[in-house]
């Protein structure tokens, strides 16, 4: 990913720089993939937890006033949450009020549900047509959706050349997962 990326580039460049990374928060204890020694790293919020009713709030109080983003936010949260905030019903609604906003990436999770037969009944059809209003309006996920649906034949027909325009398209916004498949 990008960080993989930024820490090539630091470890390219602090053989003649002093090199600096400030981030925004700590993911792992120890990273992934070799970091220069004499790489500097801060973290901004170090000392800071996520605090997850804080988050479910803040998003709650800002979807009520129909923010789209909030409204997926907390919908994903919904449909991916923990235990006893587990509510797909709930999520499937909250993506609905955005995707009348015309918020793409609530084309995109509608697709999802409809694909998996979460919170709705299944329907592919359906499925396909939420990752088309997606796409249309330039969710680069929805362009791989897309992709997949008309490689494999779901909720419409096989279409190998529709499949790799829009694997291209996603490619083309450095989707990598369109870049890979196209």
């Avoid at 937890?49 to 709650?60: F, G, R």
């Avoid at 509510?87 to 999770?109: C, D, M």
């Amino acid at each position: 990913g990008i960080e993989k990326s930024i820490v090539t580039l630091a470890n390219t460049l602090c053989s003649k720089y002093e090199v600096e990374i400030a981030c925004t928060y700590k993911l792992y204890d120890k990273p992934a993939f070799y970091i220069d020694s004499r790489v500097k790293i801060y973290y901004l919020t170090e000392g800071i937890k996520p605090n997850k009713e804080e988050a479910i709030k803040l998003y709650k109080e800002a979807a009520l006033k129909g923010d789209a983003l909030s409204q997926v936010k907390l919908g994903q949260f919904y449909l991916f949450g923990a235990n006893d905030t587990s509510n797909s019903i709930q999520a499937v609604e909250l993506f609905t009020q955005a995707a009348k906003q015309n918020y793409g990436p609530a084309f995109r999770e509608l697709g999802f549900c409809y694909n998996s037969g979460i919170g709705v009944e299944q329907n592919l059809k359906k499925s396909f047509e939420y990752y088309q209003k997606g796409a249309a309006v330039n969710d680069s996920i929805s362009f791989i959706k897309l992709a997949d649906a008309y490689l494999n034949g779901i909720g419409t027909y096989k279409d190998i050349n529709a499949a790799l325009y829009w694997y291209r398209k996603a490619s083309l916004v450095n989707e990598v997962e369109g870049m890979r498949k196209y």
